[in-house]
């Protein structure tokens, strides 16, 4: 359903990015990969890509999104190199858990810029190409944190409410130009970025790695599981598809009910 489209998804050598690239190039669309990590894994992964799916392109672009500079620029280049872009999936992240009164401020900073501010810098860079196109399809992985909070992740959550606030805004303008922009907000995934963080939680909250998961993680969501990336990537293909057309400046929860409390 998605052949001839170009998508970029940041964050994508990892996690819940690779796990929409991976779907959206078995919908056929060429896919720019970005993210951090060692270039001979990425190279692993992009030929991964491009066995399961022969006619879709995947080209890496290893752009720094902590620079707002490097996030216009990524868009940029992928114009440059595919013609054009139709799908912008904003994905990088990075979490910090700490109580606010010893929260390093480099790393709230950090937060803002990644989570928040790259996507603002990469919609921008898209929006032209996506109205002379009369066609745009924007997703923001932003978090049931988007919608909710929790305690000793201050940076995170204002930074995934204000990617709501932002998705909103961008459907208004994009809305008589074929462009959609709506937020997904999962609950938890299991990736490296939930991983690293039960340390940091049981720290705080001076409980055991396990009682995080039964009693931090988990028991936030209703139907005890985590939810996965394949589910992410389907919920994506059908955002950027013809069923998608009327939804904009949603924040849809995928969080197993853990925002119906
Ligand atoms: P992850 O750590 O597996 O992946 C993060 C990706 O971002 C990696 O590809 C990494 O290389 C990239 N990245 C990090 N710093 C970067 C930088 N400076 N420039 C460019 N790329 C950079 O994490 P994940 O769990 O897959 O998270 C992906 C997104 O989903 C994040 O925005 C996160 O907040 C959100 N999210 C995750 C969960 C979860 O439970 N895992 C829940 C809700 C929301």
Not at 170 to 176: F, I
Not at 203 to 217: C, W
Not at 232 to 238: D, E, I, N, Q, S
């Amino acid at each position: 359903p998605l052949a001839g489209k170009v998508a970029i998804v940041t964050g994508s050598t990892s996690g819940i990015g690779l796990g929409i690239a991976r779907a959206l190039t078995r919908a056929g669309a060429d896919v720019v990969i970005n993210g951090l990590g060692d270039r001979k894994e990425i190279d692993f992964v992009c030929a991964e890509l491009e066995k399961g799916c022969p006619l879709s392109r995947i080209a890496y672009n290893g752009a720094n999104l902590m620079d707002g500079n490097e996030a216009r620029q990524l868009v940029k280049d992928t114009i440059a190199d595919f013609g054009q872009v139709d799908i912008l999936v904003n994905n990088a992240g990075i979490q910090h858990v700490s109580p606010i009164e010893t929260f390093p401020p480099e790393k709230y900073d950090a937060i803002i810029a990644l989570n928040l501010s790259s996507a603002w810098h990469t919609i921008r860079a898209a929006f032209p190409s996506m109205k002379e196109n009369g066609f745009g399809r924007i997703i923001n992985v932003a978090s049931a944190h988007g919608l909710v909070a929790s305690p000793f992740k201050s940076a995170y959550v204002a930074a995934k409410h204000g990617v709501v606030g932002l998705t909103k805004t961008v459907a208004l303008e994009g809305a008589e130009h074929g462009i959609t922009c709506n937020a997904v907000c999962p609950g938890y995934v299991w990736t490296p970025l939930v991983e690293n963080q039960i340390d940091d939680t049981a720290k705080a909250r001076g409980i055991s790695r396990d009682e995080v998961i039964r009693d931090v993680l988990l028991a936030a969501q209703p139907n005890k599981r985590f939810a996965t990336v394949e589910e992410l990537g389907a919920l994506t293909v059908f955002l950027c598809g013809p069923g998608g057309q009327s939804i904009t400046g949603t924040a849809l929860p995928v969080d197993g009910g853990w925002t119906a409390h």
